[in-house]
């Protein structure tokens, strides 16, 4: 996949090079203000509606109503999920760009490898990954320039060198996660400050959520991503949303070096 922007590579773009290097030193809402400015509305902000994700629909709401959501219904989420979604719509008033997974894949997967493939192996859960959240994600970011997440470094083993801005190999769009260098405690902060709603499933030690059958509650101390494909090893566990550090077979870190758009990793605030 060719990592083009304005008619030239993406990593060579001047003004993408020298804005990448000052993003790492804004704040949330300057980091959004920035993005919704250069690209809406060829950007969107891709949710599942996690803690992280509802702050950064408040911030945007701030900003400007009309900033894009897309979310994806792998046709297999929690209730207190859609709940939250449209608990969100209402309250913010936002258009929320709601996209589903092909019907043959669906149909198909279940027919051959039963509705609990994602148990078999490694390989199995990510095709499944791939029918409900790759291929629906592709086409809810086609035709944009760039996208934005609510990654935070602090999230597991696989996202501590997520950086503000980068590109996102996988797409081959600018990727912004505003909120990156944000500690859990400071999401929460700041969902009670403004009382922005959230999954009720996070009342229910469930810190990360993805579809019911492959997540859970998570222990005490335990990793917050621990209850996600919890049969697996802690360094596997991405859907392949966010492959650019993951699929490729490096380390977040060894990623982010090589990205020309990721500035050094600031330590994290508050
Ligand atoms: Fe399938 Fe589980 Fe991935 Fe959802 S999280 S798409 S159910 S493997």
Redesign the pocket.
């Known amino acids: 996949m060719s990592h083009t922007h304005k008619g030239g590579p993406l990593k060579t773009h001047p003004e993408m090079e020298e804005i990448a290097a000052l993003v790492e030193s804004w704040k949330a809402p300057e980091v959004l203000r920035w993005a919704l400015d250069r690209f809406h509305p060829r950007l969107a902000f891709a949710s599942s509606f996690g803690a992280e994700d509802v702050v950064v629909i408040d911030l945007l709401s701030r900003i400007r109503r009309d900033a894009r959501i897309v979310t994806l219904d ?1 046709g ?1 989420l929690h209730e207190e999920t859609y709940d939250v979604i449209e608990r969100v719509r209402r309250r913010y008033g936002v258009t929320i760009e709601v996209h589903v997974p092909e019907r043959e894949a669906v149909e198909r997967l279940s027919r051959d490898r039963g509705l609990y493939s ?1 148990r078999d192996s490694i390989e199995a ?1 990510k095709e ?2 791939r029918i ?2 790759v291929e629906p994600l592709r086409r809810a970011l086609h035709g944009l320039e760039a996208w934005m997440t609510g990654l935070r470094r602090t999230q597991g083993v696989t996202r501590v060198g997520v950086p503000k801005i980068e590109c996102d190999a996988a797409f081959g769009l600018i990727k912004v996660n505003p909120i990156a260098d944000w500690s859990e405690v400071q999401v929460w902060d700041y969902i009670r400050e403004h009382d922005v709603p959230y999954n009720a499933l996070h009342d229910r030690a469930f810190p990360s959520i ?2 019911s ?2 997540t859970r509650a998570v222990q005490p101390g335990e990793d917050p991503r621990a209850g996600r494909w919890w049969w697996e090893q802690p360094d596997q566990k991405e ?1 392949g949303l966010h492959a650019t550090q993951v699929e490729t077979g490096r380390t977040p870190a060894e990623a982010t070096r090589e990205h020309a758009l990721a500035a050094p990793v600031p330590p994290a605030r508050g």
């Open positions: 792998t297999r994602f859960r499944c990954c409900r959240k993805g579809c059958p492959c859907c």
